[in-house]
């Protein structure tokens, strides 16, 4: 007795099986928690002494007066009393570090993001590293065209939604193909054109 020849759909579906078992071997486990992450970019700002006199030059170089900064602050939902340490005339010097409240305040009142050395911020980013990691970084081609087979693109896969509408109308760089069975038997593959014809 022959066996059953194996089904392509089933050798597909174990290689898929199996390239997901790749991926998940490949998601790190110390991906830190929330709470971790806030502790890190806490740290990392504590780290930056000079983060407080950037974040009084950025309000006084903003033009608001103290009062508008609070109206804006109360206004985007922030208490308005959260950057008075970094408003009037104090004299710039060691103080109360910023926060990461402070920053997204600042940020709120339309000013430019105060942004941390990316080295200060320690926290992992999960898949994307593991993605740079896995994929070694390659100098690019000199074959011309080579760029458009290793993009990540749908364009040359077959489709995969199944037979097309009944209401479907026919368009250039579709496709027809006309079988004719009787005493002579023959097939014609017909192209569209780009202009509506059938050739």
């Given at each position: 007795m022959r066996p059953a020849p194996r089904s392509p759909l089933l050798a597909l579906l174990g290689?898929?099986?199996?390239?997901?078992?790749?991926?998940?071997?490949q998601i790190p486990?110390?991906?830190?928690?929330?709470?971790q992450a806030q502790a890190a970019l806490q740290q990392a700002i504590q780290q930056n002494p000079g983060l407080a006199d950037v974040l009084r030059q950025r309000l006084q170089q903003s033009g608001l007066t103290?009062?508008?900064?609070?109206?804006r602050l109360q206004a985007s939902g922030y208490p308005a009393n959260l950057l008075?340490?970094?408003?009037?005339?104090t004299?710039?010097?060691p103080?109360?570090?910023?926060?990461?409240?402070e920053l997204a305040a600042v940020q709120a009142l339309g000013l430019a993001p105060i942004t941390l050395p990316v080295a200060a911020l320690p926290v992992d980013t999960g898949l994307v590293r593991a993605a740079r990691g896995v994929a070694p970084?390659?100098?690019p081609s000199r074959v011309f065209g080579v760029d458009v087979f290793r993009r990540t693109t749908t364009q040359f896969l077959p489709l995969l939604s199944g037979p097309v509408p009944a209401d479907y109308k026919l368009g250039p760089g579709d496709q027809l193909v006309l079988i004719l069975t009787g005493?002579?038997?023959l097939a014609y593959t017909l192209q569209v054109t780009r202009e509506g014809f059938v050739l």
């Open positions: 290689c898929l099986l199996g390239l997901s078992r790749v991926g998940i071997a486990t110390n991906v830190p928690q929330p709470a103290p009062d508008q900064i609070r109206a008075d340490a970094y408003l009037g005339g004299t710039p010097g103080s109360v570090a910023p926060g990461a409240n970084v390659e100098a005493d002579v038997e």
